[in-house]
Every structure is written in C-alpha cells, then in structure tokens.
C-alpha cells in the first residue's frame, strides 16, 4: 500500500507544483507513515478568511488551515489512514514569499510540510512543541533542497 493525496487548485494557480511529491514524500518518510490518504486544497483570500471565521472565529486571511480527521490516538493503528485536508492561500503563500524574501516554491513547500506536520498530531502552542515542529520542518525542506 502506498500514501495518497489530491491537491485540489481552486484559485487556477499557474506555476508547477511537482515538486511538492518529494517534500510530501520526505514528511511521511520521516514520520513513518506508509498508508495515509489527505487533500490540499489550493484556496483564494475569501474563502481561507471564511474559514477561518467559520471554524476558529478568527475574521481574517491566513496562509495555511488544516482539518485533521486523527485526533484520537486509536486511529493511527489503521490499515489506511485518513488524515485529513490542508487548505492553503495561495495569495497568502506569494505575499509571504516576497515578504520573507524567498521563493514562491520554497515559501508552498514549507505550508505544505507544516500542514501535513499538523495533520500528523504536531502543534505549536508550546515553545518546546514549536521546536521540535520547526526544527524538523526545517530539516525535510534542508534535506529536500529547498533553502531559504
């Protein structure tokens, strides 16, 4: 068995993406993940502001949402897991690019890790969990190529 995704573009992005298979591949390798199904949803500021507002009551843009399906810990011993959707602002993403001054690809590499991160149980509410989620978000994209 093998782990599948579909990335969903509803904003009609205009650059290639293919890239993100291997960044993908790198995050589940890490995590030891062989059988999982998730989504990417590529959205516009609209609608990754009204779901934001509708899902954690915060009225404004951001760059990355997830929704996992794996809260409980009984899930992960499943023959297929099903971990969940990631909705990214591609505006956002761009914006953040120019803003921090790195690459379009560099800037959707690490919001894919980073929500696949957090569609497999990692958080950042606590500086030792931001930590840890960052260093190895660092280190798949490092180890992928993809620098700042």
Do not use: W
């Amino acid at each position: 068995m093998k782990n599948t995704y579909e990335i969903t573009d509803l904003v009609g992005v205009d650059f290639n993406y293919d890239y993100l298979d291997d960044v993908i591949k790198r995050v589940l390798k890490h995590e030891k993940v062989k059988n999982a199904y998730f989504g990417i949803i590529f959205v516009g500021e609209e609608e990754i502001k009204r779901i934001n507002k509708e899902y954690r009551g915060i009225d404004k843009v951001t760059d990355v949402i997830t929704f996992a399906l794996e809260d409980q810990q009984d899930n992960i011993d499943m023959d297929m897991r099903i971990l969940g959707d990631i909705y990214i602002c591609i505006p956002r993403m761009l914006s953040q690019a120019r803003e921090y001054g790195h690459s379009p690809k560099r800037e959707l590499s690490f919001l894919t890790t980073h929500g696949l991160l957090h569609l497999l149980g990692y958080d950042h509410m606590e500086k030792v969990e931001e930590k840890k989620m960052f260093d190895l978000q660092e280190l798949i994209l490092n180890e992928a190529g993809i620098t700042r």
